[in-house]
């Protein structure tokens, strides 16, 4: 056949083809890593900045978004807040109002008798001292909160600052949801309390708490203290709430 070596040729091809193919490790494609669904949004504020530098060593080593409530007019609001700023944590005014109890009262508390040229005086002073605050939330309060003019005179002068406020919510009979609503003010209110005892156990069976309610609902605000028990509880758990797919934002990403 005229033709044989042309079919050989083919064969030969088609062979060596085949063996090729055969050797040829076969490439499995990667899995496609899922990212799990975020159980849900946490803010951790802590209040009280300013009074000592006592705490900046533990709080440096917390690797989350906290939100950091700084008192006006003490020796160390300013510096303080500096440095929370400058560890990328979020600053808001810790502004004292005065309570329904009797307690000292801190320098330029805002009180039930006075006006709004006096608040918002107040407010200007403490803006001064505690640099780069993004919102504000009330430093007891629980008289203030509770009345609506003044609630109203103190949320109207947040909003000229394009603040947010963050209810402390130290009464059930707080109004302030109901006029920021009113007057189109970003707003937040806490959900848990961590420390309202200085124990440790006590502190992280409150940030389950805090992680089930944000699991629930979405998301859930808690306010702890410028303690060192509260610190270090807080340097402990979030790594692991964190793993378990709880994401840690700013008060301000809460707030609506």
């Known amino acids: ?10 064969l030969i091809s088609c062979l060596l083809l085949f063996i090729a193919l055969i050797l040829t490790p076969v490439q499995k494609k990667m899995p496609v890593k899922k990212v799990g669904a975020i ?3 946490i803010a951790i504020v802590i209040d009280d900045w300013g009074y000592h530098l006592d705490n900046l060593a533990i709080v440096k080593e917390i690797k989350v978004p906290l939100t950091c409530a700084v008192l006006p007019g003490l020796k160390n609001s300013s510096s303080v807040a500096r440095e929370l700023n400058n560890l990328g944590f979020e600053i808001i005014l810790h502004l004292p109002m005065e309570p329904k109890e009797k307690y000292r009262l801190e320098k330029n508390t805002i009180t039930l ?7 918002e005086d107040i407010l200007d002073l403490g803006l001064g001292s505690v640099i780069f605050a993004k919102g504000v939330n009330n ?3 629980s008289a203030i909160t509770e ?3 003044l609630s109203m005179l103190v949320i109207s002068a947040t909003k000229k600052h394009k603040l947010y406020f963050l209810d402390s919510f130290v009464t059930a009979k707080s109004v302030c949801r109901q006029i920021a ?23 992280k069976a409150q940030l389950l708490k805090l992680k089930n309610l944000a699991a629930k609902h979405g998301s859930a605000i808690a306010i702890g203290h410028d303690r060192r028990n509260t610190l270090m509880a807080l340097r402990e758990m ?19």
């Open 139 to 141: 430093h007891m309060g």
């Open 238 to 256: 979030l790594p692991q709430l964190k793993n378990e797919g709880y994401k840690f934002v700013f008060a301000s990403e809460l707030a609506k």
């Open 113 to 119: 008798d006075m006006n709004a040229a006096q608040v």
């Open 181 to 203: 609503e009113k007057i189109k003010v970003r707003f937040a209110r806490r959900d848990v309390f961590l420390d309202n005892r200085d124990d440790p156990s006590y502190i």
């Open 1 to 10: 056949m005229k033709n044989k070596p042309v079919i050989v040729i083919a």
């Open 147 to 149: 009345n609506s003019n």
């Open 39 to 41: 159980k849900g949004r």
